[in-house]
């Protein structure tokens, strides 16, 4: 399945921003607070739609942005 991945805004000044697909294997889903590779870049997921993040439905997951000083982790 694909799984469409967006960058989290900030919720006023800054809109989420799509910026790529993941394809796996439905048992292969990403899950929230996992960190996934896209393009290179090391995301964190912070959420997704729909939440309880079903079968054979279409998820959006939300991602931090990416920390240009991997492998240096941010504290959150």
Do not use: C, H
């Amino acid at each position: 399945m694909n799984y469409e991945i967006w960058l989290a805004g900030d919720g006023a000044d800054i809109p989420d921003t799509p910026i790529g697909y993941v394809f796996r294997d439905p048992w292969q889903r990403p899950t929230v607070g996992q960190e996934i590779r896209v393009q290179g870049k090391i995301f964190k997921i912070l959420r997704s739609s729909p939440s309880s993040n079903p079968d054979n439905v279409k998820v959006i997951y939300y991602v931090e942005s990416p920390n240009d000083n991997w492998p240096y982790k941010r504290n959150s």
